[in-house]
């Protein structure tokens, strides 16, 4: 039985979380929680650190610099590249994410910045790196984790699994849903809502 946030909790938080700007780019409601394992690194470290020790029914408002967050962008971590590195019939556009493996075959994702007709500028910053964000959480629930949850450093909820395992799974995504291209939209500076891709 746990009653305050610590490793080893499974917390169902609702939260908003919002861009200095005032801007909302991704909330869970309150009975739709996120659901983590505290103490597992499932979310960014400077929220998980805010959280501990609050209790069910406590909400908190959490400024998260990127140091805590995403970390700090990095202009050279934009690269360059020929067209012909990306699959022929792969139709690019703006803010999109594409998996590209390196010389040592690590696969890693980037989100396309710029189009040219023989080359694409990538760029492998988190879409969210250098800024600072600010959650309101809601601490909605919580329970131990149970044995095997624990040696899996995530929680078994009832819709996680999938997702969970396989994207971003180094970023601590905080659950974006599963729209790749939708999780990057926000950052053109474009028309689109980014509300749109919430559930
Ligand atoms: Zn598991």
Redesign the pocket.
């Known amino acids: 039985m746990v009653d305050m946030i610590q490793d080893g909790a499974v917390v169902s938080l609702a939260y908003t979380l919002k861009l200095q700007n005032g801007e909302v780019i991704d909330y869970s409601e309150v009975d739709d929680p996120l659901e983590y394992l505290h103490g597992a690194e499932n979310i960014i470290p400077g929220l998980e650190r805010e959280l501990t020790g609050l209790q069910v029914g406590d909400a908190k408002d959490v400024r998260v610099d990127p140091a805590d967050g995403y970390g700090d962008y990095d202009p050279e971590d934009v690269e360059v590249v020929e067209r012909t590195l990306l699959p022929r019939d792969m139709e690019l556009k703006l803010g999109m994410v594409v998996a590209i493996r390196d010389d040592d075959g690590n696969m890693s994702e980037a989100y396309v910045r710029e189009i040219a007709p023989d080359s694409v500028t990538l760029d492998f910053n988190h879409p969210l790196a250098g800024q600072p964000l600010f959650f309101n959480v809601q601490v909605i629930a919580m329970r131990e984790a149970t044995t095997?949850?624990v040696e899996?450093g995530?929680p078994?909820g009832v819709e996680l699994e999938d997702d969970y395992?396989d994207e971003f799974e180094d970023d601590l995504d905080f659950e974006y849903d599963d729209d790749e291209d939708d999780e990057f939209d926000e950052f053109e500076d474009d028309e689109t809502d980014p509300l749109d891709k919430v559930q």
């Open positions: 095997e949850e899996h995530h078994h395992d």
